[in-house]
């Protein structure tokens, strides 16, 4: 499989003014009073070896009719002619000749067109053949869930499978929104030089409703879903605190952690901290564990008390909405003494 780069579609022109000529119902131009532009081009500059195709076009314009005109055409590769064609002019002057690269050797190629005296040329080239890599497209959306109000990210990248995943610039990706079987939207983006492209869907265009969104580069492709909802989303909340809020007695080695109400990935843990008489502890940390937030910590001193901190953003839920500021306080148990308050409670 190969992949063509995208361009705007050029024609490479070349073009001749010359006068005196006119055409009649056998397909030849005649002498007669009167300028001529004569053009040729071909749709892309540079072709695949052995499976593409070449598609030549032109046009003949003038001072009087240019329809039903004779043209010869001429592949030229140096100095030698490889191939021969005749095309006549259309209604508008218009002109079109085609030739697969399946006979082709790679190199530097010249078209010549000519109409009685007349004559334009265009150049292109003919790839050196090489083996087909394999490709993986990705596609994803920055969250699952939607409100009207929030504009959707889609994102994805384009990629060799080649082991080392090296990333295929330059590449047109097309991109259609549906809700349900219907399309609502088109795009085509163009992958960067970390072969990754990015669409992104306004606020406020989306109804409710399920989404799906296809994305294709030649023949791979992707596909991604999501949901936009009336629904107010809810944002993560603590629902069962370790040590318990304002328990007393607990363990200078106990668990401390947080659980929360739904499923959170992590966005930021640095912030999370345990403090004694307005002082950070040194050598705590944070780690999610599915719905529950792990805090790691050296012995605590006993019979002090203790405030467990959870910034904002720490984490969020699976609609991308990011938790409130949390903390509690509870006190470790007295040298010697009995207790444990730090079984599990909810607020």
Same mark, same amino acid.
């Given at each position: ?39 040729? &081009? ?49 209604? #508008? ?5 085609? /030739? ?68 295929? =610039? #330059? ?8 809700? &349900?079987?219907?399309?609502?939207? /088109? ?48 944002? =993560? ?11 007393? &007695?607990?363990?200078? #080695? ?5 659980? /929360? ?68 306080? /509870? ?17």
């Amino acid at each position: 499989m190969k992949l063509k780069r995208t361009s705007l579609l050029l024609l490479f022109t070349a073009v001749l003014v010359f006068s005196g000529l006119v055409s009649n119902a056998n397909y030849n131009l005649t002498a007669a009073s009167g300028n001529y532009t004569l053009t040729v &081009g071909t749709d892309k500059n540079s072709y695949d070896s052995g499976d593409d195709t070449v598609i030549v076009a032109g046009k003949l314009q003038g001072d009087s009719d240019t329809s039903n005109v004779s043209v010869g055409l001429v592949l030229m590769k140096g100095d030698s002619a490889v191939a021969f064609g005749q095309t006549a002019t259309g209604n #508008d002057g218009r002109y079109a000749w085609q /030739f697969s690269t399946n006979n082709l050797e790679p190199g530097e190629y010249k078209v010549v067109a000519t109409v009685n005296v007349a004559r334009a040329e265009a150049s292109f080239t003919i790839r050196e053949e090489t083996v087909p890599a394999s490709y993986k497209l990705t596609l994803g959306t920055d969250r699952t869930d939607y409100s009207p109000d929030q504009s959707v990210v889609v994102s994805g990248s384009l990629l060799k499978d080649n082991g080392s995943r090296t990333p295929v =610039p #330059d590449v047109a990706i097309g991109l259609v929104l549906y809700l &349900g079987d219907e399309p609502l939207a /088109f795009a085509q983006k163009t992958t960067d030089v970390e072969g990754a492209f990015t669409w992104t869907i306004p606020a406020g265009t989306l109804e409710a409703g399920d989404y799906r969104v296809y994305a294709t580069a030649n023949v791979v492709d992707a596909e991604a879903a999501f949901r936009v909802s009336v629904e107010q989303a809810a944002k =993560p909340e603590i629902e069962v605190y370790q040590p318990a809020k304002g328990a007393t &007695g607990v363990a200078v #080695d106990a668990e401390i952690s947080a659980t /929360f109400n739904m499923d959170v990935t992590e966005v930021d843990l640095s912030g999370v901290k345990i403090e004694s008489d307005g002082a950070a502890l040194i050598g705590v940390s944070a780690a999610l564990s599915g719905r529950v937030l792990e805090i790691s910590h050296p012995d605590l001193d006993s019979g002090k008390d203790y405030k467990v901190s959870i910034p904002g953003g720490a984490v969020q839920s699976e609609t991308g909405l990011l938790n409130d500021p949390a903390s509690w306080t /509870f006190k470790t148990k007295s040298s010697g003494g009995g207790g444990g308050g730090g079984d599990d409670c909810s607020p």
